[in-house]
């Protein structure tokens, strides 16, 4: 920068003995193009003083937006009643004491006094940017300078996206611009309430800057319809923003839910009902059911997305599968059917002996079922097929059990019958060998009377009944 040169005040004496500066032509000192010291003499004297450095001048910097109105305030802390006046950068007088003499008229005049000159520069631009300076014309003459900062928020903020329309799984390129500001601006990306990081480029045009962020974002179906924030941080600007929603094209989400049963087991004669929900961008058109491990059954009713059975049986356990496709791709949602016997009816009992409160109750000889739907828990039937099995079991247990015992009664009944048919063919038995002999008075005569003797030996025959 070259030394600026100004005209350096002479002193005169008033009668009372004090000094006053009056501006003169000549020019008596200069600025250091290299630092902030002023030197100079006039008429005798000389000083050297750097600015701000124990003045009794005031003044603060102003930063202003393009086209608002800045206010430079030039302050004396002890007034001596000394002149006061303002300059532009060019070191041109834009007011002394209350005279303008520059033909600026965006320069109007808000408060003088001893003690203050205040000035308003209404629609500011880039071109009034700079140094002006305040300066108090005593013994020796003071001076201090203020720095007008010119901000231009960015002209215009846009988004540019690679792809209007995504597909799941793709990685799209967005661009966001902040076109001449000054200074140059920070931009920060938002996808719905989370920040992301993208990577800027700053290009410099004369005192403008352009800034362009990119990002590169994957996008799922979770996207879809999320907004993408481009915001600016700029100290011209506050809540400077543009917004882009994305739109991603995905295959179908399939789910198979069940109707019927509600929340029963699938058990063998009932009807069993199925529906298949399926949802994409854009949305499903063509829907269709298969069995994975088998044929269809012909007796399986297949109405667009329901799947009726009304009799189930064995033969149908297998899985079911609901297939759903769009332009994007297909998808599909499975059911494992695994039918169950029929739930087994057993007489009451004529005695039970219950043991606890809980159920199923435990009675003598069978297990009660309950006697409703109602009263059977959900919760019991985690293994259903087990306590089914179960109680075939016990159904089983029973019938051998009575088997045995008919077996076991015949058992006794036929060695009664023995022990007492061969209870009545025990003992002695009797002969005719001494038929007749009963009736003898004496041996001799018992031995002579016996019938049979030894020519009747034929009916001595001895029969076993």
């Known amino acids: 920068m070259a030394a600026a040169a100004r005209c350096c005040p002479s002193v005169r004496v008033s009668a009372g003995g004090s000094r006053r500066a009056v501006p003169r032509r000549r020019t008596c000192w200069q600025r250091s193009a290299t630092s902030e010291r002023f030197r100079g003499s006039c008429r005798g004297f000389s000083w050297e003083k750097r600015v701000g450095d124990g003045q009794n001048l005031i003044t603060e910097d102003v930063t202003v937006v393009e086209g608002d109105v800045a206010t430079i305030s030039c302050r004396v802390k002890n007034s001596d009643d000394s002149v006061i006046q303002l300059l532009n950068p060019n070191r041109q007088t834009i007011y002394f004491r209350d005279f303008r003499p520059l033909k600026d008229s965006r320069f109007q005049l808000v408060n003088f006094s001893n003690s203050e000159l205040r000035v308003s520069l209404t629609n500011v631009s880039i071109s009034d940017e700079g140094r002006y300076f305040c300066q108090l014309y005593t013994d020796p003459p003071q001076e201090i300078y203020t720095t007008i900062t010119v901000l231009v928020p960015p002209r215009n903020l846009v988004i540019d996206i690679q792809k209007e329309i995504a597909v799941e799984g793709e990685e799209i390129e967005l661009n966001c611009t902040a076109m001449a500001s000054r200074p140059a601006t920070t931009i920060r990306w938002f996808k719905g309430n989370k920040e992301l990081t993208g990577k800027s ?265």
């Open 201 to 465: 480029e700053v290009e410099q045009w004369s005192d403008m800057y352009t800034v362009t962020s990119q990002l590169l974002l994957k996008v799922g179906r979770e996207d879809d319809g999320v907004p993408v924030i481009c915001l600016v941080d700029h100290p011209a600007v506050k809540d400077l923003q543009t917004q882009r929603y994305l739109e991603v094209m995905y295959k179908p989400q399939v789910r198979v839910s069940q109707n019927y049963p509600v929340q029963g087991l699938t058990r063998e004669g009932e009807p069993l009902e199925l529906t298949c929900a399926a949802f994409g961008k854009p949305q499903p058109t063509d829907m269709r059911w298969l069995r994975v491990d088998d044929e269809m059954p012909q007796h399986v009713v297949v109405s667009g997305s329901n799947l009726l059975i009304s009799n189930l049986n064995k033969t149908d356990n297998g899985t079911y599968r609901c297939e759903a496709s769009n332009a994007v791709g297909k998808s599909h949602a499975d059911y494992m059917l695994f039918v169950y016997d029929p739930p087994t009816t057993i007489p009451p009992p004529t005695t039970t002996t219950t043991t606890t409160t809980t159920i199923p109750t435990t009675i003598t000889g069978f297990t009660q079922l309950p006697n409703s739907a109602e009263e059977l828990d959900y919760g019991d039937l985690s293994d259903s097929r087990a306590g089914e099995e179960g109680a075939i079991r016990s159904v089983d247990h029973a019938v051998v059990g009575g088997v045995v015992a008919v077996v076991v009664f015949a058992m006794l009944c036929l060695l009664i019958i023995l022990g007492r048919y061969f209870a009545r063919h025990k003992g002695t038995y009797f002969t005719h060998e001494a038929k007749g002999a009963d009736d003898a008075a004496d041996a001799d005569t018992a031995i002579i009377n016996a019938e049979g003797g030894q020519n009747n030996s034929e009916e001595k025959k001895e029969y076993f009944i």
